[in-house]
């Protein structure tokens, strides 16, 4: 196996980091780093040294880190720092009306998991919603840009991005609608505007349809868009949270009188009180460092 290592500072005025490095078992290795408070970490990969994949990060300063490379014959790995992730920290939302939820005329007619993830923030964390009924991902990028033009002025720290249900579904003549192609080709496009100023993207897989065939299995409506979100994330090396296997299994769990008490105007979209329980789910499906940084939640 060959193996090559970089420690690269963000800032061009930044001083290389010095650093140990010990193969400490067949497969492994490990990197310890001097003190650097305030800074967090980017690891990432390449098979050669010109497309790199983000494999974890960011991550906090750790005075080691172990890379596993057993599964590679050769490869590049290196180590890039930032230091502006500073609290205050801003989770942005994008998506459709079962993250942003729908009020008519001052009443809630649908919880949405952005509101619902205020629940659980911790001290040091705002949530930005972004996310707006019937957005999917060629208006978002198109006619009805201003809703990520909203997080492209904020710069936040993570943005969230769920989409699919108007992707899928909407009418020919709304012009919303968009092939799996098309749709991670917008997605792409939405990560890179993230990561312009190196903020975090997170892709959230749309919601299963509370529909429940004889056999007592639910629906897989929307599966194909949830693994074209998977794909994504594993060839762009980003988190992803699938949030339509984690919603699908809680629903299988519990019975259909608690199921109900979910739903709002239809088997898709959640009550108020289904915007908070499917939040705390998502959350709880976080990267751990993630979701001990951000959120107060039981584990």
Do not use: C
């Amino acid at each position: 196996m060959f193996l090559g290592l970089g420690l690269v500072p963000q800032a061009l005025h930044a001083q290389p980091l010095a650093a140990e490095i010990s193969a400490t078992r067949p497969g492994q290795i490990e990197i310890r780093l001097p003190p650097s408070p305030g800074q967090w970490l980017h690891i990432e990969s390449s098979h050669d040294l010109h497309t790199w994949k983000i494999t974890e990060g960011p991550v906090p300063h750790l005075p080691k880190v172990t890379l596993t490379t057993a599964s590679k014959p050769f490869g590049f790995f290196r180590i890039r720092t930032r230091s502006e992730l500073r609290p205050p920290y801003t989770v942005a939302v994008i998506g459709d009306s079962t993250a942003s939820g729908v009020i008519r005329e001052g009443t809630v007619v649908s919880g949405g998991w952005a509101e619902g993830l205020k629940a659980f923030t911790g001290p040091d964390t705002r949530i930005l919603n972004a996310a707006e009924p019937g957005l999917s991902t060629k208006n978002a990028l198109g006619e009805r840009r201003a809703r990520l033009a909203i997080i492209e002025r904020t710069r936040p720290a993570f943005v969230l991005i769920q989409f699919g249900q108007i992707d899928q579904f909407s009418k020919p003549e709304e012009n919303k609608s968009t092939t799996l192609s098309e749709f991670q080709d917008n997605l792409e496009t939405m990560v890179s505007i993230i990561r312009s100023w190196n903020g975090t993207p997170i892709l959230v897989t749309p919601l299963p349809w509370r529909v429940f065939r004889p056999d007592g299995s639910i629906s897989t409506t929307l599966r194909d868009r949830s693994d074209a979100m998977l794909e994504l994330s594993d060839r762009l090396g980003i988190y992803a949270i699938d949030f339509h296997a984690i919603l699908s299994a809680f629903y299988l769990s519990i019975l259909p009188s608690e199921r109900h008490t979910l739903s709002a105007v239809d088997q898709y979209h959640f009550s108020e009180k289904g915007a908070v329980v499917g939040a705390e789910r998502l959350i709880q499906a976080f990267p751990p460092h993630l979701r001990s940084l951000l959120f107060e939640t039981e584990q």
